[in-house]
């Protein structure tokens, strides 16, 4: 299993910025695929989950800021973010695990398997 993020950068307060996670050793269409992001000296925090049927979910600080799409075909899934704010500043990851009847359920990180290396966003003027 192999995670890949990009689409990470500096960004102006109010700007927007499209992540993207790219997918590939397993069966992507079957397993949802969730977006953390971690701050320094806070624990890792959910944004964002697509299950593989679509069905998606977002943590409450990013809803109505943010769109998560997914490309079974590309093996890829894309979080669209717009109006953001500082404290949207952090290393964001996506993950996967193994259970893929979990869907976008119990997005506590520790019951993750598989994480890419993560993608700076700095929100700052």
């Known amino acids: 299993v192999q995670l890949v993020e990009s689409g990470g950068g500096l960004v102006q307060p109010g700007g927007s910025l499209t992540l993207s996670c790219a997918a590939s050793?397993?069966?992507?269409?079957?397993?949802?695929i969730t977006w953390f992001r971690q701050v320094p000296g806070k624990e890792r925090e959910a944004v964002s989950c697509?299950?593989?049927?679509?069905?998606?979910a977002y943590v409450d600080s990013i809803k109505g800021r943010a769109t998560i799409s997914r490309d079974n075909s590309g093996k890829s899934v894309s979080l669209q973010m717009t109006s953001l704010r500082p404290e949207d500043a952090a290393i964001y990851y996506c993950?996967?695990?193994?259970?893929?009847?979990?869907?976008?359920?119990?997005?506590?990180?520790?019951?993750?398997?598989?994480w890419g290396q993560g993608t700076q966003v700095t929100v700052s003027s």
């Open positions: 993950a996967t695990r193994g259970d893929a009847a979990m869907g976008c359920r119990q997005l506590n990180p520790e019951n993750f398997d598989y």
């Open positions: 050793g397993f069966a992507f269409q079957v397993y949802a």
């Open positions: 697509i299950s593989g049927d679509g069905t998606s």
